[in-house]
T-cell receptor, first 111, second 115 residues
Framework: RKEVEQDPGPFNVPEGATVAFNCTYSNSASQSFFWYRQDCRKEPKLLMSVYSSGNEDGRFTAQLNRASQYISLLIRDSKLSDSATYLCVVNINTGGFKTIFGAGTRLFVKA | EAGVVQSPRYKIIEKKQPVAFWCNPI?????LYWYLQNLGQGPELLIR????????DSQLPKDRFSAERLKGVDSTLKIQPAELGDSAVYLCASSLDSDRGYEQYFGPGTRLTVT
């Protein structure tokens, strides 16, 4: 089992739709969590950190469920420009942090 | 504020040739990472530096890959000799610190093609 797993998609949604992605992690020593966005042939860019209490940034909401060991990303009112791959990142405390990236979930927002 | 700088952006070499990639992190970032990313996959860590010290190189194929960060600022990743399977994007990232899992910021990457 991979340490960090994501549904690869693709998710095809119309503009204005709400879409959600989950990311599961297997190591209970996981300490910090992030969502990155990666456009085709570009580098990953930090979208948002994921806090224990959940956090929101505009149309984006991230949540952490430690009991079930997953994080989620919700995008409301999808825009064409949201089309990208969304990477989940988990930092595991092994006496120094080890960073594990998921393989990403592809999102296509259609007009 | 300048971001992470990498060069070259693209490199095409024949197998068995050497190749080197350079990275300059964001000013003030102590931690530097080199990742490899294959198509359709997430980045995979090759090596992590805290200042000059390589604190995690467990995934670096040491028979052909080497890295250095002599003054704790910029870094070089080298492959010698390159193999066909090394074709990938090599990403450099930096963060303030890794002890608390700070956010990482990526450079544009070097796209390597080995023929």
């Amino acid at each position: 089992r991979k340490e960090v797993e994501q549904d690869p998609g693709p998710f095809n949604v119309p503009e204005g739709a709400t879409v959600a992605f989950n990311c599961t992690y297997s190591n209970s020593a996981s300490q910090s969590f992030f969502w990155y966005r990666q456009d085709c042939r570009k580098e990953p860019k930090l979208l948002m950190s994921v806090y224990s209490s959940g956090n929101e940034d505009g149309r984006f909401t991230a949540q952490l469920n430690r009991a079930s060991q997953y994080i989620s990303l919700l995008i409301r009112d999808s825009k064409l420009s949201d089309s990208a791959t969304y990477l989940c990142v988990v930092n595991i405390n092994t006496g120094g942090f080890k960073t594990i990236f998921g393989a990403g979930t592809r999102l296509f927002v259609k007009a | 504020e300048a971001g992470v700088v990498q060069s070259p952006r693209y490199k095409i070499i024949e197998k068995k040739q050497p190749v080197a990639f350079w990275c300059n992190p964001i000013s003030g970032h102590n931690t530097l990472y080199w990742y490899l990313q294959n198509l359709g996959q997430g980045p995979e860590l090759l090596i992590r530096y805290e200042n000059e010290e390589a604190v995690d190189d467990s995934q670096l194929p040491k028979d052909r890959f080497s890295a250095e960060r002599l003054k704790g600022v910029d870094s070089t990743l080298k492959i010698q000799p390159a193999e066909l399977g090394d074709s990938a994007v090599y990403l450099c990232a930096s963060s303030l610190d890794s002890d608390r899992g700070y956010e990482q910021y990526f450079g544009p990457g070097t796209r390597l093609t080995v023929t």
